[in-house]
């Protein structure tokens, strides 16, 4: 079962040639604001900035599957692999170079940080802008809201980082 969804998932990605559906990879940058691997004594930061490589894979004009891989090494490691299902609402005409989003997926994140050592799951909802240049080139940022089990407690435990956390990305990249 599983490789029949892998499958079906690699065709999706790599064979259709329809005029609204397009692929993409970006290079990016997120910044959660929560300072994951914060040293007590000299170190100040209020953010964890998180490196990474995103793709896309549009399934209908309306329609976007988008996944990645993130980290980074400050004070330790960080890894995360978002995977979200984003809706793409049509402005007037396809051709118009803005693609707003609205998103919803999970994201698994992997650490040793101290405050933050194993795997976590959390949820996030956001919203996206992509900037399309030339038909292929295209910059997008936006914003993601984070949900872990902490939304659905009254008393919140000390996790990682707890509901409510906001990251802000951006990135630039290629369709093709």
Not at 86 to 110: C, D, M, S
Not at 151 to 161: E, G, L, R, T
């Amino acid at each position: 079962m599983v490789k029949k969804i892998i499958f079906v998932l690699l065709f999706i990605i790599f064979s259709h040639n329809s005029a609204y559906c397009a692929n993409g990879v970006s290079v990016s940058v997120d910044t959660i604001f929560v300072p994951l691997g914060k040293k007590e004594n000299n170190d100040n930061r209020q953010i964890t900035i998180i490196y990474g490589v995103r793709g896309f894979s549009e399934l209908h004009e309306n329609w976007r599957i988008s996944y990645g891989f993130s980290g980074t090494v400050l004070n330790g490691f960080l890894v995360s692999i978002p995977v979200s299902v984003a809706y793409v609402p049509a402005i007037t005409n396809y051709k118009v170079n803005l693609r707003p989003q609205v998103f919803a997926g999970v994201e698994p994140f992997y650490s040793n940080f101290p405050d933050f050592n194993g795997l976590k799951w959390y949820g996030h909802i956001g919203l996206g802008l992509d900037y399309i240049f030339d038909n292929k080139w295209f910059i997008n940022v936006g914003s993601k809201f984070y949900i872990n089990e902490s939304f659905f407690q009254k008393d919140v435990i000390n996790k990682a980082f707890n509901t409510g956390v906001v990251s802000l990305y951006g990135g630039a990249g290629f369709k093709y």
